[in-house]
């Protein structure tokens, strides 16, 4: 039986426009579009098996930090991403984000 580990490697595929963490043959992603000075989070995306270890964070976080690098406005178009960045003020308050109206 495979184990997740606590420490995922989250990498910043941007050939795909996705962060992603692959573990135990499974893929979690958050897809995102660069638009100038913007980084839009589209959809996250964690398979059932991986769900419950705080990945989805993880990637919001990884989105978050490069934003904070590049000097980039975040967008969070994904109803998860927006939902997480809401509670986690101490992590989005690292970055500009740019709320759509829903």
């Given at each position: 039986?495979?184990?997740?580990?606590?420490?995922?490697?989250?990498t910043?595929n941007?050939?795909?426009?996705?962060?992603?963490?692959?573990?135990?043959?499974?893929?979690?992603?958050?897809?995102?579009?660069?638009?100038?000075?913007?980084?839009?989070l589209?959809?996250?995306?964690?398979?059932e098996?991986?769900?419950?270890?705080?990945?989805?964070?993880?990637?919001v976080?990884a989105?978050?930090?490069?934003?904070a690098?590049?000097?980039?406005?975040?967008?969070?178009?994904?109803?998860?991403?927006?939902s997480?960045?809401?509670?986690?003020?101490?992590?989005?308050?690292?970055?500009?984000?740019d709320w759509?109206?829903?």
């Open positions: 039986m495979a184990c997740v580990s606590d420490e995922y490697l989250v910043d941007q050939a795909e426009s996705r962060f992603e963490i692959r573990a135990d043959g499974h893929l979690a992603e958050l897809t995102y579009h660069r638009r100038g000075d913007r980084l839009v589209i959809h996250t995306e964690v398979p098996e991986l769900e419950g270890h705080g990945m989805g964070g993880r990637l976080t989105a978050v930090d490069r934003a690098r590049e000097g980039l406005t975040i967008v969070p178009f994904c109803p998860f991403a927006r997480w960045l809401e509670r986690h003020a101490d992590v989005a308050g690292r970055v500009t984000i759509p109206a829903v």
